[in-house]
């Protein structure tokens, strides 16, 4: 089985100081890793995602990650945040098995400061 | 392409009533998925649809709860009897079989049971 975990449930930081959203996963068969953004009020949306390939992946919003396996991290950064970052951001792990199903992690709450 | 959609967007019911909710998902995938998530924390797998048949179910689902997909389009998700401890966040996402499978979700559909 798979399982996800974000050690940090809220991480507060002033507003252009660089940031960093932890996320470490656990399988024993390979995985495809993802990043979602939640706004209140709304679903999931897709800030990037880790296939293969390069280790440094970047998405929307002037984020980034990088898939580390020895370590099994996949931890997510942005230089420089904004206000309108405020949101809930959450790590998920496909597994590639017969099964098509993402599992999350608990969420880590980004408060932006100005 | 008109996205995810899930309807009602909010439900309030009695402890014991039945609520149903319903998935539009993007017309070209043919992958629907169920997630239910609580206050403070990740989306949970529920099930999940390839075309008409469902595929997997979690444990999470019980025997009140049932989902449907009779002809591969929308789905319905079904809570029988319901209890104050269902209230939560239904999301419902779809993807294509194609790629890397990415969900697409909705914005939800949260129930509380009184």
């Known amino acids: 089985a798979q399982s996800v975990t974000q050690l940090d449930s809220q991480v507060p930081v002033f507003e252009e100081a660089p940031v960093e959203l932890r996320c470490n996963y656990s399988s024993s068969v390979s995985v495809y890793l993802f990043w979602y953004v939640q706004y209140p009020n709304q679903g999931l949306q897709l800030l990037l995602k880790y296939l293969s390939g390069s280790t440094l992946v970047k998405g929307i919003n002037g984020f980034e990650a990088e898939f580390n396996k020895s370590q099994t991290s996949f931890h997510l950064r942005k230089p420089s945040v904004h206000i309108s970052d405020t949101a809930e951001y959450f790590c998920a792990v496909r597994a590639l098995d017969s099964s098509y199903k993402l599992i999350f992690g608990s969420g880590t709450r980004l408060l932006v400061r100005p | 392409d008109t996205g995810v959609s899930q309807d009602p967007r909010h439900k309030i019911t009695k402890r014991g009533q039945n609520v149903t909710f319903r998935c539009d998902p993007i017309?070209?995938?043919?992958?629907l998925y169920w997630y239910r998530q609580t206050l403070g924390q990740g989306p949970e797998f529920l099930t999940y649809?390839?075309?008409?048949?469902?595929?997997?179910k979690s444990r999470l689902l019980s025997d009140r709860f049932s989902a449907e997909r009779p002809k591969g389009s929308f789905s319905t998700l079904e809570i029988q009897r319901t209890e104050q401890g269902d209230s939560a966040m239904y999301l419902c996402?779809?993807?294509?079989?194609?790629?890397?499978?990415?969900?697409?979700f909705g914005a939800g559909s949260r129930l509380t049971v009184l």
């Open positions: 017309s070209e995938h043919n992958r």
């Open positions: 996402a779809s993807s294509s079989d194609t790629g890397a499978n990415v969900l697409t």
């Open positions: 649809f390839q075309n008409e048949a469902q595929l997997e």
